[in-house]
């Protein structure tokens, strides 16, 4: 502040110097006649008036715009911090749940992680946790893929329009979001069969389950946890399972709920897929690939293939 009035002072001492020198460089060098008419002498007193008043307009701006600025610079943090609470939206808290956060991947997107409640099943209100990609062990990968690929090679032989059912790769972060989200880590070889294939249009190499509807996505994954933990009771559903492939539940006669195999994310076993509890998602895979290449069957349903798709039929 007292920068900006001595640089207006400095300005209006200059104005007021220029002004002198241009009236004296205008001035006869000879002096002036004793019979000057007044009117002249008038006419300078009114230049010198003229002068003082610009300069004092001068100074008044100046210090004007010094005001101004000096508040202008206060109000400003202000300002921003207005404006930066407009654009950035407020983070979304229900219970312990995780915030979604915006991220350009696919599983960022849903709802809120559901509260937890007396009634709600265990394991379904994580708190917040860091995400985090971790890597696959490489022999689990490397036998993972070893499995895949048994099952690719059958169907781009076979059943070709079901080879095209299956999904592409998944980044790992997309992987890392939903385990933040559900508050699981996602066994290796669940994340191994993911990173290669993420889900299938439909139940595709899986579809030998009664009733087999989907093999899930990430983001499938994820809704379907969400859905079982606000659906299940205590008792009836652990937040530590992780559903993979959904079916169609039946009583025999009438299809009446949605349900789910699953993968536990405490020792990686696999429930649901066949009629008996396999070591993890790897045995799975390689209980399939045996089956399609040896004309095997699965909970005595064997391979079938009927126009480019795979179909498991009873067998006879």
Not at 58 to 65: E, H, R, S
Not at 127 to 151: E, F, L, S, T
Not at 250 to 276: E, I
Request: one cysteine or more.
């Amino acid at each position: 502040m007292l920068k900006l009035v001595r640089q207006a002072l400095t300005a209006a001492v200059l104005i007021a110097l220029a002004v002198r020198l241009r009236r004296r460089a205008r001035l006869p060098r000879a002096e002036p006649p004793p019979s000057v008419p007044a009117p002249v002498r008038r006419a300078r007193g009114a230049g010198t008036v003229l002068a003082w008043l610009v300069i004092a307009v001068v100074v008044a701006l100046m210090l004007g715009f010094a005001l101004m600025g000096t508040s202008v610079q206060r109000g400003a943090p202000a300002l921003v911090r207005a404006v930066t609470e407009q654009q950035e939206p407020l983070p979304v808290h229900t219970g312990n749940a995780t915030p979604v956060e915006p991220a350009a991947d696919p599983v960022a997107t849903g709802e809120p992680t559901p509260a937890a409640s007396a009634a709600q099943a265990p394991n379904c209100a994580p708190r917040r946790r860091p995400i985090d990609p971790r890597r696959v062990a490489p022999d689990v990968k490397r036998a993972v893929d070893g499995q895949w690929r048994r099952i690719e090679r059958w169907l781009r032989r076979n059943a070709p329009r079901t080879y095209r059912t299956l999904g592409g790769p998944v980044r790992a972060r997309t992987i890392a979001v939903a385990e933040s989200q559900m508050g699981v880590d996602f066994p290796d070889a669940l994340r191994a069969s993911l990173l290669r294939h993420n889900g299938a249009r439909g139940a595709g190499v899986l579809g030998f389950r009664p009733g087999a509807r989907q093999q899930l996505t990430v983001r499938g994954i994820r809704d379907a946890w969400r859905e079982m933990c606000a659906r299940r009771p205590a008792g009836t559903w652990d937040g530590l399972l992780i559903p993979f492939l959904s079916y169609t539940a039946s009583d025999g006669v009438t299809a009446y709920a949605t349900g789910y195999a699953t993968v536990s994310s405490a020792d990686g076993t696999v429930s649901g897929a066949t009629s008996r509890r396999l070591r993890s998602s790897y045995t799975l895979l390689r209980t399939v690939a045996d089956a399609l290449e040896r004309g095997g069957t699965i909970d005595g349903r064997r391979p079938v293939v009927t126009g480019g798709h795979l179909r498991w039929k009873p067998a006879r």
